[in-house]
């Protein structure tokens, strides 16, 4: 990190700063110039509150030279992190199908789109049993009821679940879910990340509409620091200035977080495009960019659907897209899993 220092900055002030950077246990490198004067700090500066340093009299600027993120980051963590859930793994050339409804609806619902999925090759279950929606007189999901046809329907197939919390308060909910979904409107949750950073389980961890790629990392890095480092990223398409799809698939997202980061990277190309004939090019694109696994809308009656019809696939349209996943998959060197 480097603090340009004020023109007007004398040197009692400049003497009190670097004291007091150095009771952090951080090594200041002090440099005059015939312009300017800049104090080069090493160690630890993650814990560093920049906010905080502006505010310091004898401080004109202070620039970052390293990401603000530990756990998160590939730089001390070279190797592509693989994520056990069960039997099953994420990551490292290991990819993964996420597929279901947007919300519980019924047993009758969530069974028929489990099996349908399961037997186009989907390896994990989703479907939301607390919804975040932005009306607040929309269906908000069947709740505890929600989680408990989950894992009836998990028990018929056998297929892993994920499904979405909202609050710290609902984890007693999910202790036999397998992979807990922290939903773009809560990418921001602070307490709920802490709270998830003291379990084990898997976390996917989706990206907020309006996040930056440093931010989401910094959310990762929140349930890595309480010990859970089972994070697996999620890209669900951020808001742009264009209205004609719900939002905006960022594809640059994959490299990036690949190149910053170890943890996989799940697309989730539903909520990005908000209409069913995108899924499938989304989804190969998302595929050749590197991702490790697809979330995807699946209903058995879309146009009825309680929440999110207009991007749900029905069961014969995502064995199609399935079919296609497969091949792509295999084809970009990705171990398809289809225990
Ligand atoms: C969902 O997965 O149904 C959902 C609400 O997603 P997001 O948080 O990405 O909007
Ligand atoms: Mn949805």
Not at 199 to 227: C, D, Q, V
Request: with cysteine.
């Amino acid at each position: 990190m480097i603090l340009i220092l004020k023109q007007t900055a004398n040197q009692e002030q400049i003497q009190a700063l670097i004291a007091k950077l150095e009771a952090r246990q951080l090594t200041v490198h002090y440099s005059r110039g015939e312009q300017s004067t800049l104090l080069g700090l090493v160690g630890d500066t993650a814990s560093i509150d920049i906010d905080n340093l502006r505010a310091d009299d004898a401080i004109e600027d202070v620039k970052r030279i390293s990401e603000p993120y530990k756990l998160a980051n590939r730089r001390f963590h070279p190797l592509d992190s693989q994520i056990k859930v069960g039997e099953r793994t994420i990551g490292e050339g290991f990819f993964q199908v996420i597929a279901g409804p947007c919300s519980v609806e019924s047993a009758e619902q969530l069974t028929c789109v489990a099996h349908s999925v399961k037997a186009s090759g989907a390896t994990f279950l989703r479907g939301g049993a607390f919804k975040p929606r932005t009306s607040p007189y929309s269906f908000q999901g069947l709740e505890e009821e929600g989680i408990r046809l989950l894992l009836e329907a998990k028990r018929q197939t056998g297929l892993p679940i994920v499904t979405e919390i909202m609050s710290d308060s609902q984890l007693k909910d999910f202790d036999e879910v397998d992979i807990i979904q922290v939903g773009a409107r809560n990418m921001q949750n602070f307490r709920l990340l802490k709270a998830l950073g003291y379990i084990k389980k898997p976390i996917l961890l989706k990206r907020g509409l309006a996040n930056t790629i440093e931010e989401f990392l910094m959310s990762a890095e929140y349930i890595m620091a309480g010990g859970n480092e089972n994070v697996i990223l999620c890209e669900r398409g951020i808001r742009t200035f264009e209205t004609s799809i719900r939002n905006n698939l960022d594809i640059s997202a994959i490299p990036l977080l690949k190149r910053y980061s170890h943890l996989p990277v799940v697309i989730d190309p539903s909520h990005a495009a908000g209409i069913t004939w995108m899924v499938q090019p989304l989804s190969r694109a998302a595929i050749a960019a590197g991702a490790d696994g697809l979330i995807i809308e699946v209903h058995n009656d879309p146009k009825h659907a309680l929440c999110d019809g207009a991007q749900s696939l029905n069961p014969q349209e995502f064995s199609k897209v399935m079919e296609d996943i497969k091949r792509r998959a295999n084809f970009e060197g990705r171990q398809f899993d289809l225990k």
